[in-house]
């Protein structure tokens, strides 16, 4: 293999009992035929593994390292020394997985903070708890402020496991399902126009219209190559072409696309007769209703589902009868993880003037302390070393988190028992400092 990153199992801080048990080696995703291909398409096999689905084939394998290619993703494997046991998964599997990619933020105000994606996270059962996933996060965090880097994000599998690692929840979506029958009407009329696609047209025109989204949305974070493919069809969740997937563009009034929806039928076997969302993108409020005038008109269909709907959404306003919509499964969505305060509190932008002195711990000693943030309300904050002065807030870095994208209120998490209100009045002031021109929502899942 050439040249590899290999960092010793010391640097991950994987227990070794002694010996020698792991060696971690950090590579760029590859295609097909580059020399290192095959422990790239190893490492594909073993997240598959790792988040119990299908064995994947060649093409599905060498479809995901093309697009990991373009994401230029870092991929982390951990690999055992030594012999394995007879007949086991041989020694050129990974038994832990983890990559990065890294992609602008949404920060409010169209400001944008490149971030560190962490995804792929995977230990094998028989090697879980042994510190694996904590020596490869503090590594891969370290490198990334290392690197300048003031924020990591992910999404999380469970509720469980990153908080201890200084992440917090920063947004949250819900699954909807939206009764399509004649209650279904909209106020207002359209204000563009809506036509039927090919799909395929999407390979070009979805990732321009989400630039449209991710300027205009706090919150959103650019978008892996993959999503392109899911929504034009060009890949299915099995890897395979989709060919039940349709799609319908948005034209703005003066005729350039700003939104898509790319949906699938769910079949004549499945009551009530559902259309799904494949993926929903509107660079506009008037792309987002017509979309949904759109979606509600599609006949011979009673219902249309959406994963990944916003929690606060304008569509329920938008209806004269809301309860069109049945909800459920509010959850969280994007963790955020600051890797320095001082960075991350200059790149945003304050709506409103104040003051707060911030005292932050950091239970990876990787940002803590103490700092002043005062904003004048318009363009400027002055993020200053305050060690020695008494804080207004005391929070852990996962809270700061939470509170960053303005989407969980400090007022909520001083209730909690969270964040420690030292002057009174100080988790208000928090909340609308830290308040954004919309509420967030990331359409991104990586
Ligand atoms: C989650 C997973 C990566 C953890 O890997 P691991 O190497 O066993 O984790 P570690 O041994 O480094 O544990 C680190 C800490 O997290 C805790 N932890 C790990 N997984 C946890 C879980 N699922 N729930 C609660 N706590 C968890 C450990 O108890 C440990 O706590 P401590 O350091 O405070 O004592 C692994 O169990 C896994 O692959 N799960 C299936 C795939 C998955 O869910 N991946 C996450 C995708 S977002």
């Known amino acids: 293999m050439a040249d590899p990153k290999v960092e010793t199992p010391e640097k991950i801080g994987v227990q070794n009992y002694g010996v020698q048990k792991y060696t971690v080696q950090r590579f760029p995703a590859v295609e097909h035929n580059h020399p290192d291909y095959h422990r790239s398409a190893a490492w594909v096999q073993a997240v598959s593994h790792g988040f119990h689905q299908h064995r994947r084939d060649d093409d599905y394998v060498a479809k995901t390292l093309t697009a990991y290619q373009a994401d230029k993703r870092e991929l982390t ?22 990559a990065t990619m890294r992609k602008p933020l949404n920060i409010g105000f169209g400001r944008q903070l490149e971030s560190n994606l962490v995804t792929s ?12 996933l904590r020596g490869m996060i503090t590594a891969d965090l370290e490198g990334a402020k290392d690197d300048g ?9 469970e509720g469980t496991i990153y908080g201890r690692f200084g992440f917090g929840v920063a947004t949250f979506e819900r699954s909807i399902k939206v009764d399509t029958g004649p209650r279904f009407r909209l106020k207002g009329y359209m204000a563009g126009t809506v036509e039927v696609a090919d799909p395929a047209v999407l390979l070009e025109v979805a990732p321009t219209v989400f630039d449209q989204v991710q300027r205009v949305t706090p919150g959103s974070i650019g978008r892996q190559e993959y999503y392109r493919l899911l929504a034009s069809g060009s890949i299915g969740h099995d890897g395979k072409p989709d060919t039940a997937v349709r799609c319908a563009l948005h034209y703005s009034e003066s005729g350039v696309p700003d ?43 009673d219902q249309v589902t959406w994963a990944e709907a916003p929690v606060d959404d304008p569509l329920g306003w938008a209806l004269e009868d809301p309860r069109c919509i049945d909800a459920s499964e509010v959850r969280d969505m994007l963790w955020l993880r600051i890797l320095d305060v001082e960075e991350a509190l200059s790149a945003r932008k304050y709506a409103t003037p104040g003051r707060l002195v911030l005292e932050v711990s950091d239970p990876l000693g990787l940002a803590g302390g103490t700092w002043a943030l005062e ?33 969980v209120s400090p007022v909520t998490l001083a209730a909690a028992g969270r964040v420690l209100e030292r002057s009174s009045g100080a988790a208000f002031a928090a909340q609308r400092l830290f308040a954004v021109e919309r509420p967030a929502h990331c359409l991104t899942h990586f």
């Open 77 to 98: 494997g951990v690999y055992v020394n030594g012999p394995v046991p007879r007949h086991a998964m041989g020694p050129e599997v990974p038994v832990a997985t983890y």
């Open 121 to 132: 996270v995977t230990v094998r059962g028989t090697h879980r708890r042994n510190g694996i």
């Open 149 to 157: 880097l003031a924020m990591a994000a992910l999404t999380a599998s």
């Open 259 to 301: 939104g898509y929806v790319s949906y699938r039928f769910k079949g004549w076997d499945s009551k009530p007769y559902t259309m799904e969302i494949v993926d929903l993108v509107a660079g506009s409020n008037a792309a987002y209703l017509d979309l949904w005038r759109f979606l509600g008109s599609i006949d011979l269909v």
């Open 375 to 407: 904003s004048d309300g318009g363009t400027a904050a002055l993020v200053e070393d305050a060690s020695g002065l008494t804080p207004d807030l005391s929070l852990d870095i996962a809270d700061l988190a939470s509170i960053y994208l303005g989407a």
